[in-house]
Nanobody, 124 residues
Framework: QVQLVESGGGLVQAGGSLGLSCAASGRTFSVSYMGWFRQAPGKERQFVAAIRWSDGRTYYSDSVKGRFTISRDNAKNTVYLQMNSLKSEDTAVYSC?????????????????WGQGTQVTVSS
């Protein structure tokens, strides 16, 4: 089992910045990818960014590339998502997930563990 606890989020004006954290505990050695996903009301969960735990390689959706940065701190078993130049369309519940197989970094349905989610609201 892997437990994920998110923190951060909140309300920010368009153009502003916000940071999210996701602390992992338990069998973290079994994790291949840590990913951030978001879900807006009435929409499906959407891939935002992922990081390969072994070497830190990062992946981003086109909608956030250049604005968001995913990073990790191995010693703290924590993944971060720094969000800059936020837009109203970034408003959603953001969740971090842990994927074990190493094959499905973009597909939320293949992630094995999830945090509780945190609301990010960007006001225009």
């Amino acid at each position: 089992q892997v437990q994920l606890v998110e923190s951060g989020g909140g309300l920010v004006q368009a153009g502003g910045s916000l940071g999210l954290s996701c602390a992992a505990s338990g069998r973290t050695f079994s994790v291949s990818y840590m990913g951030w996903f978001r879900q807006a009301p009435g929409k499906e969960r959407q891939f935002v960014a992922a990081i390969r735990w072994s070497d830190g390689r990062t992946y981003y959706s086109d909608s956030v590339k250049g604005r968001f940065t995913i990073s990790r701190d191995n010693a703290k078993n924590t993944v971060y998502l720094q969000m800059n130049s936020l837009k109203s369309e970034d408003t959603a519940v953001y969740s971090c997930g842990a994927e074990q197989s190493g094959r499905y970094r973009f597909d939320p349905n293949e992630y094995d563990y999830w945090g509780q989610g945190t609301q990010v609201t960007v006001s225009s």
